[in-house]
């Protein structure tokens, strides 16, 4: 399994950015895709996630702003962030994960959210 995410950066308050998550080795129809991040000194949360039929939940903190998607023909997820604030800061990691066949981390890709 890899999980390789991507479209992080510096963007200044109230701007957009779209993190990708490029997967192998799962099946979006199996596994509930998530989004997560860390920031500096704080545990890991959890921002989106997504399952193959169509049920999806965000944190309160991000809901009405970001957006989770995904593509099962390209085995790729989305997130699409907007209205972003300094708060949203952290690294991103996208996430699979099933009950029987167990969880897999991304990399992480870095989102700053500064002026």
């Known amino acids: 399994v890899q999980l390789q995410a991507c479209g992080g950066g510096l963007v200044q308050p109230g701007g957009s950015l779209r993190l990708s998550c490029a997967a192998s080795g799962v099946s979006f129809s199996i596994y509930r895709m998530g989004w997560f991040r860390q920031a500096p000194g704080q545990e890991r949360e959890l921002v989106a996630a997504i399952t193959g039929g169509g049920w999806s939940n965000y944190a309160d903190s991000v809901k009405g702003r970001f957006t989770i998607s995904s593509d099962n023909n390209k085995n790729t997820l989305y997130l699409q962030m907007a209205s972003l604030k300094p708060e949203d800061t952290a690294v991103y990691y996208c996430?699979?994960?099933?009950?029987?066949?167990?969880?897999?981390w991304g990399q992480g890709t870095q989102v700053t959210v500064s002026s």
């Open positions: 996430n699979a994960y099933s009950l029987t066949r167990g969880t897999y």
